[in-house]
């Protein structure tokens, strides 16, 4: 069976950093592009950040650029998600997701989500 | 951006009810447009990619329409299992949007 399971989520001071992981399995890690999508306690979706399969391309949202770095290790069927100077409006469930194609930008397949806590 | 914009927010419905909600995108996406479905506490599921490509076990009562700007996700007769909420996400382009989110409840 396929799964994604984050790890990481923790309640952390504004300013602070965190690093979440997503560990694949049942599927092949490296044919698919990846992505973090987060939700706000009580918010809708938004999207955070993409990988290529590869790892060449990456985007951001505007609202992370400059503070959070996207990862992959294929060889460990591992996403990353490298959270610096974080803000209360950080605050979210983190999502790792997999597009349903290659080459296509729709999320087929997401993780049960880490609770990301930004609070003094 | 291409911003996406759902309508309504919320629907009171009853089991058995036809369910229609829109999605419109400020630019012309042409048919990259999914659907999902989130209950509370879970992950969304993804119903609908293509703007009307059902996904594999998905209720055939869940209908996706439309291209351009103006999408619409019917279901065409509410069960209990399909009272959640349903957003809408450009596949188009980066940054990836999604609607704000359709709560849909029960009468």
């Known amino acids: 069976e396929v799964h994604l399971v984050e790890s990481g989520g923790d309640l952390v001071q504004p300013g602070g950093s965190l690093r979440l992981s997503c560990a694949a399995s049942g599927l092949t890690f490296s044919s698919y592009e990846m992505n973090w999508v987060r939700q706000a306690p009580g918010k809708g979706l938004e999207w955070v950040s993409y990988?290529?399969?590869?790892?060449?391309?990456?985007y951001y949202a505007d609202s992370v650029k400059g503070r959070f770095t996207i990862s992959r290790d294929n060889a460990k069927n591992s996403l990353y998600l490298q959270m610096n100077s974080l803000r209360a409006e950080d605050t979210a469930v983190y999502y790792c997701?997999?597009?349903?194609?290659?080459?296509?930008?729709?999320?087929?397949?997401w993780g049960q989500g880490t609770l990301v806590t930004v609070s003094s | 951006d291409i911003q996406m914009t759902q309508s309504p927010s919320s629907v009171s419905a009853s089991v058995g009810d036809r369910v229609t909600i829109t999605c419109r995108a400020s630019?012309?996406?042409?048919?990259?447009l999914a659907w999902y479905q989130q209950k509370p506490g879970k992950a969304p599921k993804l119903l609908i990619s293509d703007a009307s490509n059902l996904q594999s076990g998905v209720p055939s009562r869940f209908s996706g329409s439309g291209s351009g700007t103006e999408f619409t996700l019917t279901i065409s007769s509410l069960q209990p299992e399909d009272f959640a909420t349903y957003y809408c996400q450009q596949a188009n382009s980066f940054p990836l949007t999604f609607g704000g989110g359709t709560k849909v409840e029960i009468k």
């Open positions: 990988i290529s399969s590869s790892g060449s391309v990456i």
């Open positions: 630019q012309g996406i042409s048919s990259w």
């Open positions: 997701a997999r597009v349903a194609r290659g080459g296509y930008y729709e999320i087929g397949l």
